[in-house]
């Protein structure tokens, strides 16, 4: 079972490189025009990002109990997909907005916070 689920993540995430590294097909298949840099910076994050992080978390989970360790672990690997895809957009597209920054800042603290409050249960647990 868990190899299953460390292969069932791994190809989600490889999904979602795919996705952040395609963000024309994207917006093609969603019937949109990507007006400026970050308009693409968005898409390769909501959904390429979006889906490495779920996968990431889907590999990664060692157990669905405690729940609030589960809950902590979705929430951190989704924001460090999404900040990734995020920061390969300022790298291929160039040119991120003011807003950029501040939505990957927010995403390094909840990922840090999310490493923090998991890693302090854990201690707890023992």
């Not at 992080?53 to 902590?72: H, I, N, Y």
């Not at 990734?84 to 907005?97: H, S």
């Not at 927010?106 to 840090?112: D, G, I, P, W």
Request: with cysteine; aromatic share 8%.
């Amino acid at each position: 079972m868990r190899r299953a689920r460390i292969a069932l993540g791994l190809v989600l995430v490889i999904l979602g490189a795919c996705l952040a590294l395609s963000p024309e097909w994207i917006a093609a298949r969603l019937g949109t025009i990507p007006k400026t840099e970050s308009d693409v910076i968005n898409l390769r994050a909501s959904y390429g990002g979006t889906l490495m992080g779920v996968g990431a978390f889907v590999a990664w989970l060692p157990a669905r109990r405690p729940w609030v360790r589960a809950v902590l672990g979705l929430l951190g690997w989704a924001m460090a997909g999404i900040g990734l895809a995020r920061l390969l957009g300022f790298v291929l597209d160039g040119n991120p907005d003011s807003r950029q920054f501040l939505w990957i800042i927010a995403e390094a603290v909840l990922v840090v916070g999310c490493a923090f409050a998991i890693r302090r249960l854990e201690r707890r647990r023992r």
